[in-house]
């Protein structure tokens, strides 16, 4: 077995882009992402001659409380338990010689034997960064079989947006400050926190060159009312950002958008549209306080709910660990 630091875009992305599970966090622009705001990204592939056996982008930051190291939706762990280990290993030799508190990483998949394995091997269950659990919508059919998938409100409110013109395009950078504008207000009626406006310029600079990134808005009579910033690797599109205006809304602009995203995707080849993050536990119908809202909205598209593991910690310093995790969960309490 051979552990090569990788260095080359090209041979990280074309290696993950066809290993199942690999997310848009392990793409090698998204660690470039991550570098301009301060975090360190390195990425490990295991291989045995020229098949790869496992693989990890790690992300490095120090922070006041001490030294981070992360493995966001990763790592990508194959069937050969030693080679997984040596990952592991490869890992813990990295966030040592960084000086990290703890070692936190997040599997991109539900397989209890591998929580069984991962805790036989030191890790705890941590705090999770990334959504728990998200909703993928399978783009192979044909559209009118996805369509058909919808929720009848869901499909109704499509049809409203057409019939009282709303339109959706593609957008430019130009639309950038239009969207921020837009994701701002959506912030404070979600009470949920978002980046400074140079990191969604940073993603699309980043990405867009790539095709790993599109703007769609949706305008009414000229007016841009909603956008989703999607992003795109191997055969899945994210809808990782949206955004509305708070006007215009009885118009039903999201569903439209939304509609035409996952049709975006699939006309660029994607097998599979990823809504990015629902409750962990079902809302009951109807209901709008904290994320019963987009959960609903979100089933209307036909998804079918997809839950991980969460995150694991191997911890280095016990007493530092403890406050980060504290931090953890106060953020995503809000």
Excluded at 24 to 35: T, V
Excluded at 153 to 180: C, M, Q, W
Excluded at 255 to 276: H, I, N, P, V
Aim: glycine fraction near 10%; charged fraction near 20%.
């Amino acid at each position: 077995m051979k552990l090569t630091l990788v260095t080359e875009p090209t041979l990280w992305d074309g290696t993950l882009a066809a290993w199942p599970g690999a997310s848009i966090l392990q793409a090698y622009r998204w660690g470039e992402i991550k570098r301009q705001t301060g975090w360190r990204p390195y990425r490990l592939l295991l291989t045995a001659g020229d098949h790869p056996l496992a693989a990890a982008q790690l992300l490095v930051r120090r922070t006041p409380l001490g030294t981070v190291a992360y493995v966001p939706r990763g790592p990508l762990f194959g069937p050969d338990p030693r080679a997984n280990a040596g990952l592991l290993r490869a890992l813990h030799d990295l966030g040592r010689e960084e000086g990290a508190v703890f070692l936190k990483i997040e599997p991109p998949t539900d397989d209890p034997a591998l929580a069984a394995w991962l805790q036989a091997q030191g890790f705890r269950p941590g705090a999770p960064v990334q959504p728990q659990r998200t909703l993928i919508v399978d783009l192979r059919p044909a559209p009118d079989q996805l369509a058909a998938r919808l929720h009848p409100k869901t499909r109704y409110n499509i049809g409203l947006a057409r019939r009282r013109g709303v339109t959706v395009r593609l957008g430019s950078e130009h639309d950038l400050p239009v969207f921020y504008r837009w994701l701002q207000a959506t912030s404070r009626r979600g009470r949920f926190p978002i980046h400074p406006a140079p990191y969604y310029e940073s993603v699309w600079r980043t990405l867009h060159p790539a095709g790993q990134a599109a703007l769609l808005m949706a305008d009414y009579q000229d007016e841009p009312v909603a956008a989703a910033l999607l992003l795109r690797f191997g055969p899945t599109a994210y809808y990782m950002y949206g955004a509305s205006s708070d006007r215009h809304r009885s118009h039903k602009p999201n569903d439209l958008l939304q509609w035409e995203a996952m049709r975006w995707a699939r006309q660029q080849g994607c097998l599979a549209y990823d809504l990015w993050g629902i409750p962990t536990v079902d809302p009951p119908p109807g209901a709008t306080a904290g994320l019963g809202g987009v959960y609903h909205f979100k089933r209307g598209f036909g998804g079918t709910p997809v839950t991980f593991l969460g995150a694991f910690d191997y911890v280095y310093c016990r007493w530092r660990h403890a406050l980060w995790t504290r931090l953890l969960r106060w953020r995503a309490a809000g």
